[in-house]
Every structure is written in C-alpha cells, then in structure tokens.
C-alpha cells in the first residue's frame, strides 16, 4: 500500500495491523467519525494544523495510537476501576483515541481530557456527545488549578511541554506508585536531567508511527513521592 495516496480508512485499517492493536471494524468506523468531526471543526476553531483528513489518521490517530500497549501495560496490574488524565489534549489527542480502543474491553477504565483553550473543550464535549464515550469526561482548566479529586494512575501528554514542565504542573495529579508518560518527538535524553525528585525515569520507548518518517519517543516517569 503507498501510504502517500491512501484513504483514511485505508490508512487507519493499515496502521492499526502494523501496531497490532486489537479494533473492531465498528471502532474504526467511530475513529474515523472523530477525524470527520475534526475536520469539520477545525475550519472555525483552528484546532490543528493539520488540515487533511488522511494526515489527521496518521498523525493523530495512529499518533495516538502508538502508546496503547504500555498503557494497557501499566494498567494490566490495576483490577479496580482504572482512572487516566490527558493534559493538554488539545482536541482530545491522545485521550480520544485511546477511549475509543478502551471502551469495550476494558470497561472499568476512565479518561480525563484536562485543557485550559474554551473553543478545544467545546469541541471535545462535542465530539464526546456524538461518539457516545460514556468514559471520558472533560475539563476545562489550567493544569496546576486542577482539582484531580483522588487522583489519576496514569498521566499523559502529547507535546504538552518539556517533561520538566509536565511533572512541575501536572505530577501532583499522579498517584503514589502512578507513572507519567510523556509522548515526545525526537530523543529526550537531553531534558531527562535533574527532574523532580518525585518521579523516577523507568524507560524511554522509541515508537513507530505507521506511514510517518518521523522520531517519536514515549517517557516513563513512575512516582515515588512527593517533596
């Protein structure tokens, strides 16, 4: 298949064997409803810069995408009710995304988009509506004033900030023993010096995108406390 002048369905059905992610025909049906929602937004609200369908699929969705095994890894060791925080999702990405692969096989598993853009909330209330996702809620506040409640097992970002901006904002929503993975583009070695003493680095997995010529890294932070 030329992934250059593939359809988006034909781009999401690829991208999703080569992953080897588990989605039913009706998900990728629904991921793809997303894009078109998007895209259809995106003309008033300017949500993203990518403006093409077909490249909404590869570097969102699949984008998205490349960080479901470890978080079902992570996650894997929780039996009770699973909660996850995506900050600074934008338009929902990669929280959407990953709902929509979570929903049916792991029911006990609940998102929280956190953004402080009104216009990104709006849409993902929306898009949320219209998809019917019944667990992910969405927030509409400044990271550092969010109120995380009990907190979040699992926190993650897309090109949110530097990883030390991340756990400066966003580490005190991590449980004790929670990790935070960090989505980033080329090799972060050079800003994984002097974190907060919080966190402890666990690994940084290089990633894959299908169709997309690009670095991509995920950062795994697991929490050791608090100081």
């Known amino acids: 298949m030329s992934w250059q002048a593939a359809q988006p369905a034909e781009l999401l059905s690829a991208g999703i064997k080569a992953l080897n992610l588990d989605c039913p025909l009706d998900v990728q049906a629904r991921l793809l409803d997303y894009v078109q929602l998007l895209h259809k937004w995106n003309r008033v609200y300017n949500l993203t810069a990518v403006r093409d369908p077909a490249q909404m699929v590869t570097r969102h969705l699949l984008d998205s995408l490349t960080v479901l095994p470890h978080l079902n890894e992570e996650l894997g060791k929780k039996t009770e009710a699973q909660r996850v925080l995506d900050v600074g999702t934008g338009a929902g990405l990669p929280g959407i995304p990953l709902a929509l692969l979570s929903v049916k096989q792991y029911p006990e598993r609940r998102f929280v988009l956190l953004d402080s853009n009104s216009k990104k909330t709006r849409f993902m209330r929306q898009a949320v509506t219209e998809l019917g996702l019944g667990n992910v809620q969405v927030a509409h506040a400044r990271t550092e004033a969010f109120d995380a409640g009990q907190g979040f097992d699992v926190v993650l970002s897309r090109a949110f900030a530097s990883v030390a901006d991340m756990l400066a904002g966003a580490g005190q929503h991590c449980v004790p023993g929670g990790v935070m993975l960090a989505m980033k583009g080329t090799d972060p070695t050079a800003e994984l010096a002097g974190l907060h003493v919080a966190f402890a680095l666990?690994?940084?997995?290089?990633?894959?995108?299908?169709?997309?010529?690009?670095?991509?890294?995920l950062v795994c932070l697991r929490?050791?406390?608090w100081k």
Do not use: Y
Not at 208 to 213: A, D, S
């Open 202 to 217: 666990e690994k940084v997995h290089s990633l894959q995108v299908p169709g997309l010529n690009e670095e991509r890294h």
């Open 223 to 225: 929490r050791v406390g």
